[in-house]
């Protein structure tokens, strides 16, 4: 049996890196430029590939991709 995310999965190896920012949302155009975020977001929905990356693909990115903002801040503030 066929199931959606078995399809998700099949569609996304053959896609190519979009453009624009994974981290913004809001975008008439599918996928985003960073192809390792862009697969794993678009493997739980295929919408953000397949039509648009809307603001719930950007903020699943910044979610699941720890490539958007913030990040680990290496700089410790130590009091010596």
Request: charged share 30%; aromatic share 2%.
């Amino acid at each position: 049996m066929v199931t959606a995310r078995l399809v998700n999965r099949i569609l996304v190896h053959h896609l190519k890196a979009g453009d624009g920012d994974c981290c913004e949302g809001g975008k008439s155009s599918p996928g985003c430029e960073n192809m390792t975020c862009q697969d794993e977001i678009c493997f739980d929905d295929s919408v953000c590939c397949a039509v648009a990356w809307d603001d719930s693909c950007a903020e699943a990115a910044n979610i699941e991709c720890g490539i958007c903002g913030g990040g680990d801040d290496d700089d410790d503030d130590d009091v010596t």
